[in-house]
């Protein structure tokens, strides 16, 4: 993706989070050079638990169709998990366009929560996880929405109003878009991990690859090995 492609997304991003009354953390708007500073000192958590801005088109180039916004809000991270204590969960938030797929995957820890926030419906593709990992394209699955068990068949495709949320286990294959226009997405979960448990079913990455066309607005947590080293 071009860096100017990326800023006006974000600048869209912000503004689409904002008419919903959803302001973002005060780093969220920290220049670059800000950011080098501030994290070789006092907010060096910011870089090291990788919060802020991710604008993915998985590495095909193709964003409109195959993409996703997301904002690291907080994290924990793995030593954490291995006391049991301290920072055990994490917040984002996302926006999928309508009919923008973010496309088929699955966690190996991540257990998440996936709430419509606003805007158009959430639609969710689901399958269940073999023994093995791969999909099961006949096993029902399993899942809650707010707290109520629902057992839908393979395939299925659970639609989300606004307000209404889904908690995805590990092995919960899932693929999301928005419907009737974009959607504005929370994720709680525990720690999150980008860098190693998204198991996708098709042979893409994670992030995109950025050319760049001009300097960053805001650096996203794919610069950061690059711009804070």
């Known amino acids: 993706m071009k860096r100017s492609t990326i800023n006006e997304i974000i600048r869209e991003s912000d503004a689409f989070i904002r008419s919903f009354g959803y302001v973002m953390p005060p780093f969220a708007y920290w ?5 080098k500073r501030r994290t070789a000192g006092d907010s060096a958590r910011i870089r ?3 919060l802020g801005w991710d604008i993915t088109d998985y590495g095909q180039g193709k964003f409109d169709d195959l993409g996703l916004f997301l904002f690291t809000v907080r994290n924990g991270n793995n030593a954490n998990v291995g006391m049991g204590k301290g920072m055990l969960y994490a917040e984002k938030i996302m926006i999928s366009g309508e009919n ?4 088929m995957h699955r966690h190996n820890l991540k257990t998440e929560d996936i709430i419509n926030k606003g805007g158009g419906t959430l639609v969710l593709e689901l399958f269940k996880a073999k023994p093995d990992g791969t999909i099961d394209e006949t096993a029902d699955v399993n899942t809650f929405t707010d707290g109520t068990a629902r057992t839908l068949p393979a395939g299925s495709l659970l639609k989300l109003a606004p307000g209404e949320s889904v908690t995805l286990e590990p092995d919960t294959w899932h693929a999301f878009w928005g419907e009737g226009g974009k959607v504005l997405i929370g994720e709680v979960s525990n720690v999150n991990d980008d860098l190693t448990d998204n198991i996708f079913r098709d042979p893409i990455g994670r992030f995109s690859t950025v050319e760049e066309d001009v300097p960053p607005l805001h650096l996203l947590v794919s610069d950061y090995d ?4």
Not at 226 to 229: F, I, R, T, V
């Open 48 to 50: 090291d638990h990788r």
């Open 31 to 35: 220049s670059p050079e800000e950011m």
């Open 100 to 103: 923008q797929i973010s496309p």
């Open 226 to 229: 690059n711009w804070l080293a």
